[in-house]
């Protein structure tokens, strides 16, 4: 039986930082990346209230507990909606298309970041899965994988824009002779006319 006061863990399935309030219970809370919580239903249900909360809800935080999590936010719940990050790990090595095909449609946001991450992270080597994260996210895997294994350190562009040097196109609109230009590597392309 869930009351106001039944505990519920929430964990924080983004990279990033995850924050809320709620003013009617003067609560404030903030999550760390893979941070769980134990929350009340009475917080998650004033929470389930307020603007951006299925963003929070339903794309950054998991609700752990399923009954909850359908109350909440109002709808099924997806199997994607609980997928760890070793779960994602598995659909990418073992996973059949239609099944990834399935979590890249119905899974939430977070999960298709840690999709995309993996996918990266571990050079992902089925070609129709890197077709398909092209097509239904616009992330193209094979680049990111190129620029990971780019090395860059800088040095050539910055010696060559050290050695390039400024010329002028054509002569400026007014020439000032009374003041002799400070010395540069800069050389004019075209003779300053005169002016009388």
């Known amino acids: 039986m ?14 990033g930082t995850v924050g809320y309030s709620v003013p009617d219970l003067g609560v404030i809370r903030n999550f760390q990346p893979n941070e769980t919580k134990e929350i009340s239903y009475e917080e ?5 209230y307020l603007p951006g909360s299925n963003i929070i809800l339903g794309e950054l935080l998991e609700i752990q507990d399923e009954e909850v ?24 090595e073992k996973g059949t298309l239609d099944q990834f095909l399935d979590c890249l449609d119905f899974a ?12 990266v992270d571990t050079e ?27 090395k860059y350190d800088g040095g050539d562009e910055v010696e060559e824009a050290k050695a390039k040097t400024t010329s002028r196109r054509t002569a400026p609109l007014k020439s000032n002779t009374a003041t002799p230009a400070a010395s540069t590597t800069t050389t004019r392309r075209a003779t300053t006319p005169t002016t009388k």
């Open 69 to 92: 999590a359908r109350k909440i936010l109002n709808k099924d719940i997806e199997p994607e909606y609980h997928y760890t990050r070793e779960d994602v790990k598995t659909l990418l």
């Open 124 to 150: 992902l080597n089925d070609m129709s899965k890197r077709k398909a994260i092209l097509d239904k996210l616009g992330f193209d895997v094979t680049k990111a994988i190129e620029i990971k294994n780019t």
């Open 108 to 119: 939430p946001e977070v999960v298709k970041e840690m999709i995309k991450t993996q996918a």
């Open 44 to 48: 998650l249900e004033k929470l389930s």
């Open 2 to 15: 869930i009351n106001k006061d039944t505990l519920v863990k929430v964990i924080n399935k983004d990279n």
